[in-house]
């Protein structure tokens, strides 16, 4: 069993930054994707950004383009993501998710994300 769970939330105003964590115990980040989510309220869950195995590469949604950040220590079982420049519309609950146990050769980096950890709420005041 995986267990992701995220940290770094808060509220903010806009221009400021956030270093959300997601600490995966044990996994592999050389052989499972994982990703961030996140879900505003009354949206649909969106895609934020996605690091692949090493078989493939960082995918970011054009809305955190140039301003999101994802990384990985893979000797902490740990990824982050570093979010610059802030805006309102960023508002929303954060989720890591990991692929797991789907080892992938192709770079299809968002799909078959099945273990989700908690999520971890963003404010960005208005």
């Known amino acids: 069993q995986v267990q992701l769970v995220e940290s770094g939330g808060g509220l903010v105003q806009p221009g400021e930054s956030l270093r959300l964590s997601c600490e995966a115990p044990g996994l592999s980040l050389d052989h499972y994707a994982i990703g961030w989510f996140r879900q505003a309220p009354g949206k649909e869950r969106e895609r934020v950004a996605c690091?692949?195995?090493?078989?493939?590469?960082?995918s970011y949604a054009d809305s955190v383009k140039g301003r999101f950040t994802l990384t990985k220590d893979k000797a902490k079982y740990t990824v982050y993501l570093q979010m610059n420049n802030l805006k309102p519309e960023d508002t929303g609950v954060y989720y890591c998710?990991?692929?797991?146990?789907?080892?992938?050769?192709?770079?299809?980096?968002?799909?078959?994300?099945?273990?989700w950890g908690e999520g971890t709420l963003v404010t960005v005041s208005s």
């Open positions: 690091a692949s195995n090493n078989a493939g590469s960082t």
């Open positions: 998710a990991t692929d797991y146990p789907i080892i992938k050769v192709s770079d299809a980096c968002w799909e078959g994300m099945d273990h």
